[in-house]
């Protein structure tokens, strides 16, 4: 699996961000939206907090946002 676009990314501390990226599994792509870490050398690695879907469920999860109320 390897990133083959980042979309974005939200910087939640210093060392830690919100990267989203669409990945090449080789079978299919997904959107991968993960916290990534600043590691001891300077290089942001990822970590096990994270989702992936297939890009064809783009549309639900959307719409799924969507209903989130903010006050």
């Known amino acids: 699996m390897h990133v083959k676009e980042t979309i ?3 910087l ?8 989203i990226t669409i990945v090449d599994t ?4 997904k959107i991968d939206i993960r916290t990534n870490f600043l590691n001891f050398d300077g290089v942001w690695l990822p970590t ?3 989702v992936s879907f297939k890009k064809s469920e ?12 903010i006050d």
Do not use: A, R
Request: cysteine-free; hydrophobic content about 45%.
């Open 26 to 29: 080789g079978v299919l792509e």
């Open 8 to 10: 974005g990314e939200l």
């Open 58 to 69: 783009l549309p639900i999860i959307k719409n799924l946002l969507n209903n989130i109320v």
């Open 12 to 19: 939640l501390s210093p060392k830690t961000k919100l990267l």
């Open 48 to 50: 096990k907090k994270g």
